[in-house]
């Protein structure tokens, strides 16, 4: 093992969305800064929108599961337990890479579930604490949209406007006007204009889940590690953390790491920051456990992996007559309905979801199932099926709010390890009937709007495997040790050096993406790291 | 010299020929659409085998399947020609066959042949912009119309403070 003299004042673990909002603020202030990040740059040529073969890269290199993927970097997951299979990229941008951009924030309602609606917890902050990180966070990515939503609280002007329509977005106006249903143009983290230092508007070419190589989407990568690193935060790539280490008085010291030829390195530091997504910082936390912290880190509450929440999702695509063009305009960050978001007691379900509006997929997406996994037969209809669908088809997406449950959760798998020898996660989740009746409810929404304005074909997929996007609440915060794992600054109860600040933070998950609102709980766990760095032990 | 993933893992010879008149039945000749098989997906999808190995086994079986099937049907003398000589009517019986027997294999290769389809220029080019290479030119689009919320605009709040 080789080690360093390099004592960070804080180190980072994982250089995502989260992540990122820390080096940088931390950065700002003047402090030592080390983040490790198992993944590495990925430059323009790497992205596929160049290449014929674009499409197959979602079944490939660019696949959103990691265990297709299977790039060097990923770690494998167990999901044999599990309707829903959690998705992330590893890199430098995190899961921004192949994000769809979609950036609401949460409602005031969300930060009081069990106070509004006596389900889940109350989180121990309030939209309105968060407020100005939400702010700050918008004005420094770049998020194209338009202010003055009757269904949100207020908010700045956006820095780019929305996005255009175009005769894909356009049908779903019409339905959803016909219907009288909310709708409006999303907060979207992708500019629409020219932004920041020499950032293109988005030329809407569509498909940004394999990533944006124009870096007009606002990912990570592009936003907030860029100027981190040129502030001298110190970014290791291709360094996979094995473990948090720990000094005798229990506080963190730093961690043991491999690089990309299997080496093991140490990285001291004063305090420890990890922001490595839902799945990924449990899976570390336990991973680290020791004679101090036989159950792993932080973990006296035994919270650590528990509360698992992903935003059950599924899809419904409706098919039409009018040659559409919807592959025009970015896949999914354009337009939202937030008609059902919260709870009615009428509808026999608490809390809400949301409908996402989606564009159109490929031929070669198409043909192998869309977004509803329905393949193009082979044979003589093939040609005829493809022909209706493709350039025919937009979809919606039902998102539903989940609730925590102890028993959804994250643990380390005893025989799967990546291929550095770590104990992988296994993710053991099912799915409540609360987000059953949502999802029901919901796609008899979806079908709804699609019916309303003449789609001759309706096709459904009721729960998407693929669709564990958002990985939260497995290190959740609040204000008791007994039944939260971190304070309300992301802070760990048992180990005052240690900070979360990755979805694994979310108390609730309400029922809408949820990156804004982790850069902006970063963002405010990094002004109070800045601000009380003198009292934390090291 | 060592093999190369590809001769380890593709198809060769009576293989390739059997996979060609398959995948011109799952995407056959149509109009202005080539077949897939005439298009040189055998090619294609042979080097996705010598690329990704654990796709081998699973369009090894299915073209087998397929094969013994052709040869049973055709007379039950095994000596005789298989699946490409066969009417198209009964190669696509046999295909249903091998579906419902082996349906995670046949599917397999079913999407392999979808993805050589759908990668190729030629494919590309006839069905127009949205299955070219989306960059470097992307694509135009009107500009957002703020008007279209008027009516959304009047609408009460909805939201709940808290």
Redesign the interface.
């Known amino acids: 093992m080789s080690g360093t003299d390099d004592l960070a004042d804080v180190l980072i673990i994982g250089a995502g969305a989260s992540g990122g909002p820390v080096a940088l603020t931390l950065a700002q202030a003047g402090m030592n800064v080390v983040c490790l990040e198992q993944g590495g740059w990925l430059s323009e040529d790497e992205?596929p929108?160049?290449?014929?073969?674009?499409?197959?890269q979602r079944?490939r290199n660019f696949s959103i599961d990691p265990n297709e993927r299977s790039r060097d970097e990923d770690y494998p997951l167990n999901v044999e337990n599990t309707p829903i299979t959690p998705l992330m990229f590893n890199a430098v941008g995190g899961s921004t890479i192949h994000w769809s951009g979609h950036f609401p924030r949460f409602?005031?309602?969300d930060?009081?579930v069990k106070?509004?609606d006596g389900v889940g917890d109350d989180w121990p902050l309030?939209?309105w604490d968060l407020e100005p990180y939400y702010e700050r966070n918008d004005a420094f990515i770049g998020v194209s949209g338009?202010a003055?939503d009757?269904?949100?609280?207020p908010r700045s002007p956006r820095s780019t406007?929305?996005?255009?329509?175009?005769p894909g977005g356009d049908i779903y106006?019409r339905s959803l006007?016909k219907l009288g249903w909310?709708?409006?143009?999303s907060d979207s983290a992708l500019v629409s204009e020219p932004f920041g230092d020499g950032r293109p508007a988005?030329?809407?070419?569509?498909?940004c889940d394999i990533g944006c190589?124009?870096g007009s989407m606002s990912s990570a990568d592009v936003t907030y590690w860029p100027a981190a690193v040129a502030r001298g935060v110190r970014l290791v790539t291709h360094a996979r953390v094995r473990e948090i280490n720990v000094n005798r008085a229990g506080l963190a010291s730093g961690a043991l790491y491999f690089d990309r030829d299997g080496n093991i390195h140490r990285q001291r530091a004063r305090s420890v920051v990890l922001a490595s997504n839902g799945v990924g910082t449990p899976r570390l936390l336990l991973n680290s456990s020791s004679g101090i912290y036989p159950d792993g880190l932080a973990n006296s509450s035994g919270l650590v992996g528990r509360n698992l929440m992903f935003h059950p999702s599924g899809f419904v695509t409706g098919v039409f007559n009018e040659n559409l063009?919807a592959?025009?305009?970015p896949l999914g960050a354009f337009l939202h309905c937030?008609e059902f978001?919260?709870t009615d007691s009428g509808r026999g379900f608490v809390r809400g979801f949301q409908l996402q509006l989606i564009r159109?997929v490929?031929?070669?997406s198409t043909?192998?199932g869309g977004l509803t996994s329905s393949?193009?037969p082979?044979?003589?209809r093939?040609?005829k099926v493809l022909r209706e669908r493709?350039?025919h088809s937009i979809s919606l997406g039902v998102m539903v709010e989940d609730l925590p449950e102890p028993h959804n959760r994250v643990t380390l798998d005893t025989d799967l390890t990546d291929s550095d020898g770590i104990p992988a996660p296994k993710i053991d989740y099912r799915m409540s009937e609360n987000s059953k009746k949502i999802i029901a409810f919901g796609f008899d929404r979806g079908r709804e709007v699609f019916e309303t304005v003449g789609a001759h074909t309706v096709l459904v997929d009721e729960l998407a495997r693929k669709s564990g996007w958002h990985l939260m609440g497995t290190a959740r915060m609040g204000d008791d040790a007994a039944t939260s794992v971190v304070d309300k600054w992301g802070r760990s109860h048992d180990v005052p050096n240690l900070f979360v600040v990755d979805g694994s933070l979310f108390v609730t998950c309400a029922s809408i993406n949820p990156t804004s609102t982790i850069q902006a709980l970063a963002l405010r766990a990094a002004d109070w790291i800045v601000e009380h760095h003198q009292e934390i032990p090291s | 010299m060592s093999r190369t993933a590809h001769e380890s893992h593709g198809l060769a010879g009576a293989q390739l020929e059997l996979l060609t008149a398959v995948q011109d039945?799952?995407?056959?000749r149509?109009?202005d659409?080539p077949g897939a098989g005439e298009l040189g997906g055998a090619d294609v999808v042979s080097g996705y085998m010598g690329e990704l190995p654990e796709l081998h086994s699973d369009i090894a079986a299915a073209l087998d399947s397929i094969e013994a099937k052709s040869k049973t049907q055709e007379s039950g003398d095994a000596d005789l020609p298989g699946f490409g000589r066969l009417e198209e009517s009964r190669k696509?019986e046999i295909?249903r066959e091998v579906e419902i027997g082996m349906p995670r294999e046949f599917?397999v290769l079913?999407?392999q042949?979808?993805?050589s389809?759908?990668?190729?220029?030629v494919?590309?080019e006839i069905?127009?912009?949205?299955?070219l290479?989306?960059?470097?030119?992307?694509?135009?689009?009107?500009?957002?119309?703020?008007s279209?919320?008027d009516?959304?605009?009047k609408?009460?709040?909805?939201?709940?403070?808290?």
């Open positions: 992205y929108h160049k290449r014929a073969d674009w499409e197959l079944q409602r005031p309602s930060f009081r106070s509004l309030t939209y338009l003055g009757p269904a949100n609280p406007p929305p996005l255009g329509l175009g106006v006007e909310h709708w409006w143009p988005c030329n809407n070419c569509g498909p190589p124009r063009q592959f025009r305009g937030q978001y919260e159109e490929g031929p070669l043909a192998v393949v193009v082979w044979g003589s093939h040609h493709f350039s | 039945r799952l995407i056959p149509h109009d659409m696509d295909l599917a079913v999407t042949t979808y993805n389809y759908y990668t190729n220029p494919i590309q069905l127009g912009p949205g299955a290479p989306p960059q470097p030119l992307g694509h135009t689009m009107p500009d957002f119309d703020e279209a919320l009516d959304v605009k609408r009460a709040k909805t939201w709940r403070n808290a």
